[in-house]
């Protein structure tokens, strides 16, 4: 091996340890476990459903309580709340959702202090209005994929609140209106 090669082989060796030091330290270290994580976590986001049954299927699991706490993410929220808003007049889809998410919370033994009352409101309100940007002709299943490929994110929600408004107890027990950006109509 040449001088050359020697240098190279040391300093590609030098870096790949800085590397796994730094990612080790950092917690970024690709360990088998956080690599399932993250693949569980595209596969949530990147769902679409394929047919209405599957979206009737999701709402039948939410309104039983047969679906695992851990399993209604945030994409299954916005699902039941497209289904809803479909079926129902805004106000009965906001009893309908929070009498479900209190049945919900119930069933699975659920600290009832979680549930949010302004997160609730908030979210049924922006799936409304995305629903309304879309064309009446639109089947459910293309609806559905489309809001929720458009609000996928439930961090969404922290462009339009802040954390002090958002987990006070107010918000919790009754609607706030968003205090950094509001929900155009």
């Given at each position: 091996?040449?001088?050359?090669?020697?240098?190279?082989r040391?300093?590609?060796?030098?870096?790949?340890?800085?590397?796994?030091?730094?990612?080790?330290?950092?917690?970024?270290?690709?360990v088998?476990?956080?690599?399932?994580?993250?693949?569980?976590i595209?596969?949530?986001?990147?769902?679409?459903?394929?047919?209405?049954?599957?979206?009737?299927?999701?709402?039948?699991?939410?309104e039983?309580?047969?679906?695992?706490?851990?399993?209604?993410?945030?994409?299954?929220?916005?699902?039941?709340?497209?289904?809803?808003?479909?079926?129902?007049?805004?106000?009965?889809?906001?009893?309908?959702?929070?009498?479900?998410?209190?049945r919900?919370?119930?069933?699975?033994?659920?600290?009832?202090?979680?549930?949010?009352?302004?997160?609730?409101?908030?979210?049924?309100?922006?799936?409304?209005?995305?629903?309304?940007?879309?064309?009446?002709?639109?089947?459910?299943?293309n609806?559905?994929?489309?809001?929720i490929?458009?609000?996928?994110?439930?961090?969404?929600?922290?462009?339009?609140?802040?954390?002090?408004?958002?987990?006070?107890?107010?918000?919790?027990?009754?609607w706030?209106?968003?205090?950094?950006?509001?929900?155009?109509k």
């Amino acid at each position: 091996m040449c001088e050359a090669d020697r240098i190279i082989r040391s300093a590609s060796l030098f870096i790949s340890f800085r590397l796994l030091s730094w990612r080790t330290l950092r917690g970024n270290y690709d360990v088998p476990a956080k690599r399932q994580r993250r693949k569980e976590i595209r596969r949530r986001i990147m769902t679409t459903y394929k047919n209405d049954s599957e979206i009737e299927a999701v709402v039948r699991e939410f309104e039983s309580c047969t679906t695992p706490a851990p399993d209604f993410t945030h994409e299954r929220h916005v699902t039941v709340a497209i289904w809803y808003l479909e079926k129902h007049p805004f106000t009965v889809a906001l009893k309908k959702m929070r009498d479900g998410l209190f049945r919900f919370i119930k069933h699975h033994h659920v600290d009832p202090g979680k549930y949010n009352e302004t997160i609730t409101v908030f979210w049924l309100k922006l799936t409304d209005q995305t629903l309304k940007q879309l064309s009446p002709e639109l089947p459910l299943i293309n609806k559905t994929n489309q809001v929720i490929a458009q609000l996928a994110h439930a961090k969404l929600i922290r462009d339009y609140y802040s954390d002090a408004v958002l987990w006070s107890a107010e918000a919790k027990q009754g609607w706030i209106e968003p205090d950094l950006k509001q929900i155009t109509k």
